[in-house]
């Protein structure tokens, strides 16, 4: 099984069979809006609109788990992206990303690429994951890493 043999829901609430993203690198982050994190929306969007028409994408999935920092509705969360950031990422509906709850996806993710000492448990909002062509999981970056310091690991993997 791959990262990419999942569907979720969009923002708007529409089913996304992830396969669709088979023969790009992919950056799947736990996103929230009220989180010191949060202006890495930027680097995010800079990020996707410098690799998008080289085969990249990034998909952001809203996450409430970590000190409630993502409280508002899709309509919400999606205009605030819109609005602050000039989001154009597909961005998903909320989800949990640990505990019995987990999307089926994260939990892949989390297996996958463990985090410190072989730490599943997703740590905190930004947490992101890069995904090779072929659906592997290559590498988790915390969530101090910004987008702009795996520009590097992204043309790696495009080169693939």
């Not at 995010?44 to 998008?52: D, N, S, T």
């Not at 602050?84 to 297996?111: R, W």
């Not at 987008?147 to 690991?153: A, L, N």
Request: aromatic share 12%; charged share 25%.
């Amino acid at each position: 099984m791959s990262a990419l043999d999942f569907t979720a829901n969009s923002l708007q609430g529409s089913p996304v069979d992830l396969r669709q993203y088979l023969g790009k690198v992919v950056m799947i982050v736990n996103t929230a809006s009220n989180c010191g994190f949060t202006p890495q929306y930027k680097g995010l969007e800079e990020v996707y609109r410098q690799f998008k028409d080289k085969g990249v994408e990034v998909l952001g999935f809203p996450c409430n788990q970590f000190l409630h920092q993502e409280p508002g509705t899709a309509e919400e969360i999606g205009a605030f992206c819109e609005k602050n950031y000039s989001v154009s990422f597909p961005l998903f509906e909320k989800i949990e990303v640990n505990g019995n709850d987990a999307h089926p996806l994260y939990k892949h993710l989390k297996a996958k690429a463990p985090g410190l000492m072989g730490s599943e448990g997703i740590k905190w909002n930004f947490t992101k994951f890069l995904v090779k062509k072929d659906g592997t999981v290559f590498k988790r970056y915390a969530p101090s890493t910004t987008p702009k310091e795996m520009v590097e690991d992204i043309e790696k993997l495009l080169a693939e």
